[in-house]
């Protein structure tokens, strides 16, 4: 049988834990290994362990951490000879509401993503970088280090984004944490996604599984699901419809799921949404049985968890995962890529910056 291993690492100590991922029986989950071993493994791409472990609510990487982070890159950019200049400046009280919130009469506001400004940082992104079709006037002007601050503006308001999602449920919901692994590699190439490829946004929707692999989303942009829930179900006005993307491209790269399921079984509020949301398509002219709007994941293989974890209970991979927040080494067949670095080394940005040279 087919699998992919990956093996994760205590930084600290250098012990190590691994799990293997079994492929799905569908064509992007083959042409997605395909890619795996030859695009990234056999050339050893830089894996981007800065936006790695989402939704771990208890994380070196936290909220004081991430809004430190993101000023430094800010300046960066501020400093640069591109002519943008980014007024915001981030803090922990920035971004959310405080536990202060969680009392008296705004109890639904306590530990809430305040998406007002995590909207303005994501702008930001947008502008400097456009999309992959419609790259920006300033990517052209960009030095490298003021590339590498434009693309850490996207990959820390998403980290921020899970981080307090899971602090939030770890307070209200616990069984719905929302841990994940997200495996991006520097300069992945991309392939087209094919009508075959994408059937699996029509049998999977928007449901995830404990365990569940995925596809990546490669590209720049806001899906439609991202503007109904961060913008309030807004009428999609063509000024609206410019800033949504769907997913044209599939990678190497991967996503894995660490939460426990959500699908129309298992969780009715879910099913509540998915609903609403095919509504909203519906009511702005939209098919949501069209597979070309990219509504929902796509499914390319799974954990075998009792082999790797031996157990199928969350909390327990959980508890088992936490100190080992650290891919060391992925194998496929006879390629493996073993990645010695870790993102809280003095080095580690020098050693991303000779990546994107």
Same mark, same amino acid.
């Given at each position: 049988?087919?699998?992919?291993? $990956? $093996?994760?690492? %205590?930084?600290?100590?250098?012990?190590?834990?691994?799990?293997?991922?079994?492929? +799905?029986?569908?064509?992007?989950?083959?042409?997605?290994?395909?890619?795996?071993? %030859?695009?990234? @493994?056999?050339?050893?791409?830089?894996?981007?362990?800065?936006?790695?472990?989402?939704?771990?609510?208890?994380?070196?990487? /936290?909220?004081?951490? @991430?809004?430190?982070?993101?000023?430094?890159?800010?300046?960066?950019?501020?400093?640069? %000879?591109?002519?943008? &200049?980014?007024? +915001?400046?981030?803090?922990?009280?920035?971004?959310?509401?405080?536990?202060?919130?969680? =009392?008296?009469?705004?109890?639904?506001?306590?530990?809430?993503?305040?998406?007002?400004?995590?909207?303005?940082?994501?702008? /930001?992104?947008?502008?400097?970088?456009?999309? $992959?079709?419609?790259?920006?006037?300033?990517?052209?002007?960009?030095?490298?280090?003021?590339?590498?601050? $434009?693309?850490?503006?996207?990959?820390?308001?998403?980290?921020?984004?899970?981080?307090?999602?899971? #602090?939030?449920?770890?307070? #209200?919901?616990? #069984?719905?944490?929302?841990?994940?692994?997200?495996?991006?590699? @520097?300069?992945?190439?991309?392939?087209? @996604?094919?009508?075959?490829?994408?059937?699996?946004?029509?049998? %999977?929707?928007?449901?995830? +599984?404990?365990?569940?692999?995925?596809? /990546?989303?490669?590209?720049?942009?806001?899906?439609?699901?991202?503007?109904?829930?961060?913008?309030?179900?807004?009428?999609?006005?063509?000024? =609206?419809?410019?800033?949504?993307?769907?997913?044209?491209?599939?990678?190497?790269?991967?996503?894995?799921?660490?939460?426990?399921?959500?699908?129309?079984?298992?969780?009715?509020?879910? =099913?509540? +949404?998915?609903? !609403?949301?095919?509504?909203?398509?519906?009511?702005?002219?939209?098919?949501?049985?069209?597979?070309?709007?990219? !509504?929902?994941?796509?499914?390319?293989?799974?954990?075998?968890?009792?082999?790797?974890? *031996?157990?199928?209970?969350?909390?327990?991979?959980?508890? #088992?995962?936490?100190?080992?927040?650290?891919?060391?080494? &992925?194998?496929?067949? *006879?390629?493996?890529?073993?990645?010695?670095? /870790?993102? !809280?080394?003095?080095?580690?940005?020098?050693?991303?910056?000779?990546?994107?040279?």
């Amino acid at each position: 049988m087919k699998s992919v291993k $990956v $093996v994760l690492r %205590n930084y600290k100590t250098n012990e190590l834990i691994d799990y293997n991922i079994i492929p +799905e029986d569908n064509q992007l989950a083959e042409d997605w290994l395909i890619a795996l071993e %030859n695009d990234i @493994l056999k050339t050893n791409l830089h894996l981007e362990k800065n936006f790695c472990f989402h939704g771990f609510p208890y994380t070196q990487r /936290h909220l004081d951490f @991430l809004c430190k982070e993101l000023n430094k890159h800010i300046f960066t950019i501020n400093q640069s %000879n591109i002519d943008y &200049i980014i007024e +915001e400046w981030f803090s922990s009280d920035v971004v959310r509401y405080g536990e202060e919130y969680a =009392v008296g009469d705004w109890p639904k506001l306590g530990l809430r993503l305040k998406h007002d400004a995590m909207n303005k940082l994501h702008n /930001h992104f947008e502008v400097l970088q456009g999309t $992959v079709e419609n790259p920006s006037t300033y990517t052209n002007q960009m030095s490298r280090e003021t590339t590498y601050a $434009v693309r850490q503006l996207n990959n820390i308001c998403h980290e921020i984004e899970t981080l307090c999602l899971s #602090q939030r449920k770890l307070v #209200q919901s616990p #069984q719905w944490v929302r841990p994940s692994q997200i495996t991006t590699f @520097l300069k992945a190439p991309r392939h087209l @996604l094919t009508d075959e490829h994408r059937k699996g946004f029509i049998d %999977n929707e928007y449901s995830r +599984e404990l365990g569940g692999v995925y596809m /990546h989303w490669c590209q720049i942009g806001k899906t439609l699901m991202e503007v109904f829930r961060d913008e309030g179900a807004p009428e999609l006005t063509e000024t =609206v419809c410019e800033a949504i993307t769907h997913l044209a491209y599939y990678s190497g790269e991967f996503d894995i799921e660490f939460g426990n399921t959500i699908n129309r079984e298992t969780a009715p509020w879910h =099913v509540e +949404e998915i609903d !609403s949301f095919n509504t909203w398509l519906t009511q702005n002219g939209f098919n949501p049985k069209d597979p070309k709007l990219s !509504s929902g994941y796509l499914k390319i293989g799974h954990i075998d968890l009792l082999n790797s974890f *031996g157990t199928k209970d969350a909390l327990q991979i959980w508890n #088992q995962l936490g100190n080992f927040l650290d891919i060391y080494k &992925i194998e496929y067949k *006879g390629s493996s890529a073993t990645y010695e670095y /870790h993102w !809280s080394d003095t080095d580690y940005q020098q050693i991303q910056l000779m990546s994107l040279k």
